[in-house]
Nanobody
Framework: VQLQASGGGLVQPGGSLRLSCAAS????????IGWFRQAPGKEREWVSC????????YYADSVKGRFTISRDNAKNTVYLQMNSLKPEDTAVYYC????????????WGQGTQVTVSS
């Protein structure tokens, strides 16, 4: 059972990135998938989640209107489209799987670095 986060990189303020969270060993559509981030010297922060039941999406206030979470069950992958990126979005981004967006996250990916800088 493994989650693989990818798609991070260096982008200028105002730019966009799309992160991917691919699963192996289990079917993602049975799980709620959350994205978290952790900046240097800061605690891990919840960013977004997409539910397994009806595909409902949820966002932290800091990213609402700029980030979009989606899932492609055929590809067993969840995406986080990040637009209008700001320097304060710089962090390592992790995806994780849970029975519920508000429950315990059982499986975690290894993280992908996002750096927003001019």
């Amino acid at each position: 059972v493994q989650l693989q986060a990818s798609g991070g990189g260096l982008v200028q303020p105002g730019g966009s990135l799309r992160l991917s969270c691919a699963a192996s060993g289990f079917t993602l559509d049975y799980y709620a998938i959350g994205w978290f981030r952790q900046a240097p010297g800061k605690e891990r922060e919840w960013v977004s989640c997409i539910s397994s039941s009806d595909g409902s999406t949820y966002y932290a206030d800091s990213v609402k209107g700029r980030f979009t979470i989606s899932r492609d069950n055929a590809k067993n992958t969840v995406y986080l489209q990040m637009n209008s990126l700001k320097p304060e979005d710089t962090a390592v981004y992790y995806c994780a799987a849970s029975q519920s967006c508000w429950g315990l996250y059982e499986y975690w990916g290894q993280g992908t670095q996002v750096t927003v800088s001019s």
